[in-house]
């Protein structure tokens, strides 16, 4: 279901001055983030977040995507799933692996995908769970685990809210190489 707000992404010329200086890095690059930049302070304050959960998690790079992935999911976000297939086909990650995510994957994987409906399920790790998710990825991934299904809830619902559309070389990448 779509719903028309008004609000979309941000182009060049409508670019908030606030956050001037986060066009030309990641804030720029993204609808989503052109979306948020209706709210400048949000997408600054968002911005040291983001590293941590995009780009230095405990989880690691391929393990940070089955759970985006399973959470895009959840969510029933396209641009998510779309963005993330994308990201994780970078990784070198197969589509039989991505696929996968959509039901429940065996190993780490599954393990993973346990992890992100329980939170949502839940809005908690049960104890065994999360020593099992301790023990195979460390406690501090645990915590990244949960930081990383709440950070790409909260992305979700922005990107549901308004409609947010999928980028144009993600999209062309989805419909040249349908997962």
């Given at each position: 279901?779509?719903?028309?707000?008004?609000?979309?992404?941000?182009?060049?010329?409508?670019?908030?001055?606030?956050?001037?200086?986060?066009?030309?890095?990641?804030?720029?690059?993204?609808?989503?983030?052109?979306?948020?930049?209706?709210?400048?302070?949000?997408?600054?304050?968002?911005?040291?977040?983001?590293?941590?959960?995009?780009?230095?998690?405990?989880?690691?790079?391929?393990?940070?995507?089955?759970?985006?992935?399973?959470?895009?999911?959840?969510?029933?976000?396209?641009?998510?799933?779309?963005h993330?297939?994308?990201?994780?086909?970078?990784?070198?990650?197969?589509?039989?692996?991505?696929?996968?995510?959509?039901?429940?994957?065996?190993?780490?994987?599954?393990?993973?995908?346990?992890?992100?409906?329980?939170?949502?399920?839940h809005?908690?790790?049960?104890?065994e769970?999360?020593?099992?998710?301790?023990?195979?990825?460390?406690?501090?991934?645990?915590?990244?685990?949960?930081?990383?299904?709440?950070?790409?809830?909260?992305?979700?619902?922005?990107?549901?809210?308004?409609?947010?559309?999928?980028?144009a070389?993600?999209?062309?990448?989805?419909?040249?190489?349908?997962?």
């Amino acid at each position: 279901m779509t719903q028309d707000t008004g609000i979309g992404p941000l182009g060049d010329a409508d670019w908030p001055e606030r956050a001037e200086d986060l066009r030309t890095g990641f804030a720029g690059a993204l609808n989503i983030y052109r979306t948020m930049a209706h709210h400048p302070d949000l997408l600054r304050a968002w911005a040291p977040l983001r590293q941590h959960v995009v780009k230095d998690s405990a989880l690691g790079p391929e393990n940070s995507e089955i759970a985006i992935l399973r959470t895009g999911v959840r969510l029933g976000s396209s641009y998510e799933w779309a963005h993330h297939v994308s990201r994780a086909r970078a990784l070198g990650m197969p589509d039989e692996r991505i696929a996968a995510v959509l039901a429940m994957p065996a190993g780490p994987d599954g393990l993973l995908v346990r992890a992100v409906d329980a939170i949502f399920e839940h809005h908690r790790l049960p104890a065994e769970l999360e020593r099992e998710l301790a023990a195979a990825f460390g406690r501090e991934a645990v915590f990244d685990l949960i930081a990383t299904v709440g950070f790409y809830s909260v992305l979700g619902t922005i990107l549901m809210t308004y409609d947010v559309p999928v980028d144009a070389p993600v999209a062309a990448e989805m419909e040249a190489r349908p997962l």
